[in-house]
């Protein structure tokens, strides 16, 4: 939802011979060889249509077994549950999806901010440690399992932004918003080999 057009016109720019797709099929989604997630607006919303769309088990399926970005909401969703709407996610990833509380912050949290890089990834090569990374959010995860954590970003308090584990990678920033930093990470999903 939200961002669809955007993320795959990015892909599109990064992989010119690479055939992209924007579907909800689930055939589609198993016969890819590398599945985008994307995500924008209000989680209960977005896992409504995952399930409407009949897309829920292949994606989860393909979050199993290929390459698979969630961007957005598309990580949010990765996870047991998400406050907004105490709506359950998919339970890929163990934690929770909590609101930003402190009322001295402006929520949502939008514009750009620096990513820390928590640990080396393929996704992170030809990036910079601290680069900016477009946002816009007002929950973020927070993984039951720290060793999860890829990237982390400061608003107010220091939150996990990005995720990995074995053929996952999602951000909580928007790569295709994000200039060269987020074409960079793009490429190199599209280039990885899990």
Not at 12 to 20: I, L, Q, S
């Amino acid at each position: 939802m939200g961002n669809i057009r955007s993320v795959s016109k990015a892909l599109e720019h990064v992989a010119p011979r690479a055939e992209v797709r924007v579907t909800a099929d689930p055939r589609a989604i198993r016969a890819a060889d590398r599945v985008v997630v994307p995500g924008q607006g209000a989680m209960p919303d977005c896992m409504r249509q995952l399930a409407a769309s009949g897309a829920r088990e292949a994606v989860i399926e393909a979050a199993g077994s290929k390459p698979f970005l969630g961007i957005c909401i598309g990580l949010q969703m990765l996870f047991e549950r998400g406050e907004e709407g105490d709506t359950a996610g998919l339970g890929l990833l163990p934690g929770r999806v909590p609101r930003f509380k402190a009322m001295e912050l402006k929520i949502p949290h939008m514009g750009w901010n620096e990513v820390m890089q928590e640990r080396p990834h393929a996704l992170w090569n030809g990036i910079a440690n601290r680069s900016r990374f477009y946002f816009v959010h007002s929950y973020y995860p927070e993984p039951a399992d720290r060793s999860m954590t890829a990237g982390t970003c400061d608003y107010g308090i220091s939150f996990t932004c990005a995720v990995a584990r074995d053929n996952i990678f999602a951000v909580q920033f928007h790569p295709e918003k994000s200039q060269n930093s987020g074409l960079q990470l793009l490429s190199n999903f599209v280039q990885w080999r899990p």
